[in-house]
Structure formats: C-alpha cells, structure tokens
Nanobody, 125 residues
Framework: VQLQASGGGLVQAGDFLRLSCAASGRTFRGYVMGWFRQAPGKEREFLAA????????VYAEPVKGRFTISSDNAKNTMYLEMNSLQVEDTAVYYC???????????????????WGQGTLVTVSS
C-alpha cells in the first residue's frame, strides 16, 4: 500500500488544521493506521492510531483531547484533526500503516510497515 500525506501548512497558535492520508494500491481495510511527527533534531513521535475496524483509537498524552484520528474506508483516507495548535506542534507529520486485524494498536515506528512521505506543519506564535 502506498500512502500520501497532505494538509500541512503554516498556521498560527490556536488554529485548527486537518491532515489527510490517502492510501492507494489496495484498500486499507484490514490495516491499522497511525500518525507520527518528527521535529528537527528529535526522534519520530507517536501521536495517534486507529484500528482496522475503526472501533479502537489510541492517543499520545501530549495530543489527547486536542487531536482526533478518523478514517473513511470508502475513500481509503485517514485524517488527523488538530485543534488548538501550539508552537511545539511544529514538525513533519507522517502517516503509517500495517496490515493488522486486531484491536491492539502499535505506538512505535518499528510496528508499522508502510509510511507516507510526510507533510510539514509549522505553527507560529
């Protein structure tokens, strides 16, 4: 499966942004999907994941309550809605996938097999 992340840009602190991750090559039904980000000089950081069924989601503490992950199987697209963006949210955001038909979700980069190219989010003060 090929992943294409989009929706990044330059926003101000407090703004909202929605990222998209479109899958091609095959349907992502049966895949767990996740979002990560990587700021300059830092390791790739887990943000959120959603199970293949869409029934289970998990969030990292820094974004819990501000970010929402969702998926639209009909469109083969996953989303990350980001509210109340902060300067510290500035990073390249990546989507990832793994064929995994359980409700137990991975939160480390090594868990995922497929990655999008990343989309840059810059939050100014």
């Amino acid at each position: 499966v090929q992943l294409q992340a989009s929706g990044g840009g330059l926003v101000q602190a407090g703004d909202f942004l929605r990222l998209s991750c479109a899958a091609s090559g095959r349907t992502f039904r049966g895949y767990v999907m996740g979002w990560f980000r990587q700021a300059p000089g830092k390791e790739r950081e887990f943000l959120a994941a959603i199970s293949w069924s869409g029934d289970t989601t998990v969030y990292a503490e820094p974004v819990k309550g501000r970010f929402t992950i969702s998926s639209d199987n009909a469109k083969n697209t996953m989303y990350l809605e980001m509210n109340s963006l902060q300067v510290e949210d500035t990073a390249v955001y990546y989507c990832a996938a793994k064929f995994w038909r359980t409700e137990v979700l991975g939160t480390t980069p090594s868990f995922y097999d497929y990655w999008g190219q990343g989309t840059l989010v810059t939050v100014s003060s």
